[in-house]
């Protein structure tokens, strides 16, 4: 079921991050000049001929980094949901206070975006809207409206294919602060399981160091 009124962006060349960004924020509120800026910011060294957070031909593409950047901007935070666990207790309707949205990182096979260098993942929204629980994935026509028991058939199946799901707060949730100077490899996301209970993107920068 589609629904009216509710912003939807369709997707456009690799720009899944942006579609997901606008779709959890329900408005045009980041352009992908606005996430190029973002992907310079988080590039110390300036001499590169690519920016490691983004796509060779600056088609889209943005990595967790990005993401995780834009947001704090906005004042919001992500937290990388312990895949081990039951996705049964992410229940959007009784948590929409608590939970902004979740992002999700899929994989998919296509060959077009594996020849423009993509890493055949891809970025989608899930969020509560008066009350209704939306698919926001800009690969859909429309913005598909969920029961909480589809939307758990949907995350379950997004654990069984090695994907990811992030869940979106506000940043003064009770965690700890990520550092702006830490990053991930955005390549590394859906390749890896992630372990601990309710990890953010610090808790996942230190594991990787260790």
Request: negative net charge; glycine residues 4%.
């Amino acid at each position: 079921m589609d629904q009216q009124g509710v912003y939807h962006e369709k997707q456009n060349m690799l720009f899944c991050a942006k579609h997901a960004l606008n779709n959890l924020y329900q408005f045009k509120k980041f352009t992908s000049k606005d996430l190029d800026q973002i992907c310079e910011q988080l590039t110390k060294t300036k001499f590169l001929l690519y920016n490691p957070h983004r796509n060779l031909f600056k088609l889209g593409n943005y990595d967790i980094n990005v993401i995780d950047k834009a947001l704090q901007n906005n004042g919001h935070t992500i937290q990388w949901f312990d895949m081990r666990k039951n996705v049964d207790e992410l229940k959007l309707l009784e948590q929409q206070d608590d939970i902004f949205g979740l992002i999700l990182n899929v994989q998919y096979k296509n060959t077009f975006d594996k020849i423009l260098g993509c890493n055949t993942h891809h970025w989608l929204t899930i969020k509560v809207i008066n009350n209704e629980i939306y698919n926001l994935d800009s690969k859909k026509n429309n913005a598909l409206i969920m029961t909480e028991h589809e939307l758990q058939q949907f995350l379950k199946d997004v654990q069984r294919n090695n994907g990811q799901i992030l869940i979106v707060r506000k940043i003064d949730y009770d965690q700890p602060k990520v550092n702006n100077d830490q990053q991930i490899d955005g390549q590394e996301l859906g390749q890896s399981s992630i372990n601990g209970e309710y990890e953010t993107v610090k808790e996942k920068e230190e594991q990787k160091n260790d």
